[in-house]
């Protein structure tokens, strides 16, 4: 069975910087792993995600070019670092993996089998 857990999450001001780190445990092969994060009152959304050799990954608009994707499949983890934190950041990241859709789908998170717990992430102004 496959588990994903994230950790790094946490209380940072506008401006910082945090990491997160999500470790796959169980026989875990996904084309692409991702992060999306949830907001109170606010549908899931696609941060980042990076495929399987970590040659390709994307970011949603929002967050491009202050955070940065990483997988190591050896440790099997992936990595979330985000930087110039803004408040508009603050939500419950979620790691995810078992993508089963087409390349054209890598932003909805129904496309996704396997889920973890969530680390919060709150960026004070």
């Known amino acids: 069975q496959v588990q994903l857990v994230e950790s790094g999450g946490g209380l940072v001001q506008a401006g910082g910087s945090l990491r997160l780190s999500c470790a796959a445990s169980g026989r875990l092969f996904s084309r692409y792993m991702g992060w999306f994060r949830q907001a109170p009152g606010k549908e899931r959304e696609f941060v980042a995600r990076i495929s399987w050799s970590g040659g390709s990954s994307d970011y949603a608009d929002s967050v491009r070019g202050r955070f940065t994707i990483s997988r190591d499949n050896v440790k099997n983890t992936v990595g979330l670092q985000m930087n110039s934190l803004k408040p508009e950041d603050t939500a419950t990241y979620y790691c995810?993996?078992?993508?089963?859709?087409?390349?054209?789908?890598?932003?909805?998170?129904?496309?996704?089998?396997?889920w973890g717990q969530g680390t919060q992430v709150t960026v004070s102004s």
């Open positions: 995810a993996a078992g993508f089963r859709g087409r390349v054209g789908e890598l932003a909805s998170p129904r496309e996704y089998e396997y």
